[in-house]
């Protein structure tokens, strides 16, 4: 990939086929507007430090270690080169185990998701994995070492290339049961289960990541932006708070039973490499406002 740097580069391995590979990040946080913590009495940028929590004495770099709490207080210290000796060896090779079908995967298992496209050489071999995934609708579980951490990877054919989803393990999934077992167990029928489904069909419609909006984001950076430039702050709109007091009748007006309903959406394509919402957000950008010189003087 033109202009961006791989994560991660090694082989692919079915079998007794292997070829070269590399992962690119497919999502990043990247572009965000990030801010440094400040002085208010100088203006200074304020550096953080290390303190011991009984001597208040302050720790350097090379003096810290990690720690494991066995008590209250008690804690064994393990060297990260001790760390480091414990992680399984990496050979660069993502080793396919089993094709399973693309529904099988549950996505809360889902991680980070990245580009898998293939390094130099191995593009025939690349190619024919791709199309012969895409015809029989199936993933691969592989795993490797990304990281210094062992991982498994979901590959998933995607556009061009493949999809390489890292998976979180099981027990860092929480039980669903737990978290809804709480829940009445409520059995609607009639009108009021009617209104929903009417709801729901006029409201159908295709996700286009294009057309969800960081509000956060871009109130951040009209924030900044109005600061750099010495304009009065933006004021919040007031937010009107309906409280229907009759869950029916609310679902009547929102089926539009009692006045006009809302029009059915346009169906439209979700597309990955469409980017129209991080152009909208590079524009509204204090960056791209006022330059890179008067961000750093705002920060």
């Known amino acids: 990939m033109t202009g961006q740097r791989a994560q991660w580069k090694g082989f692919l391995k079915i079998g007794e086929v292997s070829f070269g590979v590399a992962l690119y990040t497919a999502a990043s946080t990247s572009e965000r507007i990030t801010f440094n913590t400040i002085n208010k009495a100088t203006?200074?940028?304020?550096?953080?430090?290390?303190?011991?929590?009984?001597?208040?004495?302050?720790?350097p770099r090379e003096a810290q270690t990690k720690g494991f709490e066995i008590d209250s207080g008690r804690y064994i210290m393990i060297d990260p080169e001790e760390i480091t000796a414990m992680i399984p060896e990496s050979n660069k090779t993502l080793d396919v185990g089993a094709f399973i079908p693309c529904s099988d995967v549950d996505d809360l298992y889902f991680d980070k998701p990245y580009y898998l496209t293939p390094d130099k050489i191995g593009g025939d071999a690349f190619t024919a994995l791709r199309d012969g995934m895409k015809k029989a609708n199936v993933a691969a579980i592989a795993r490797t070492?990304?990281?210094?951490?062992?991982?498994?990877?979901l590959i998933r054919p995607h556009g061009k290339g493949l999809i390489a989803t890292t998976l979180n393990f099981d027990y860092e999934v929480r039980s669903s049961a737990k978290a809804f077992e709480s829940m009445p167990k409520i059995k609607l029928q009639g009108e009021m289960l009617d209104l929903a489904k009417h709801i729901i069909g006029t409201k159908?419609?295709?996700?286009?990541?294009?057309?969800?909006?960081?509000q956060y984001e871009a109130a951040v950076a009209e924030l900044v932006k109005a600061k750099i430039e010495g304009k009065a702050l933006p004021k919040?709109?007031?937010?009107?708070?309906?409280?229907?007091?009759?869950?029916?009748?609310?679902?009547?007006?929102?089926?539009?039973?009692?006045?006009?309903?809302?029009d059915k959406p346009k169906r439209t394509a979700a597309n990955a490499n469409a980017g129209s919402a991080?152009?909208?957000?590079?524009?509204?950008?204090?960056?791209?406002?006022?330059?890179?010189?008067?961000?750093?003087?705002?920060?």
Not at 204 to 214: I, K, S, T, V
Not at 240 to 251: I, Q, T
């Open 43 to 59: 203006g200074n940028r304020v550096n953080r430090v290390f303190v011991d929590s009984e001597t208040d004495d302050v720790v």
């Open 145 to 153: 070492v990304l990281f210094r951490r062992l991982r498994t990877v």
């Open 204 to 214: 159908m419609g295709e996700f286009n990541p294009a057309e969800f909006e960081d």
């Open 236 to 262: 919040k709109k007031p937010v009107k708070v309906s409280e229907p007091n009759d869950l029916l009748k609310a679902l009547r007006e929102s089926a539009g039973m009692l006045g006009g309903g809302p």
């Open 278 to 299: 991080r152009e909208k957000a590079r524009r509204t950008s204090p960056r791209s406002a006022t330059g890179a010189a008067s961000q750093r003087k705002a920060s």
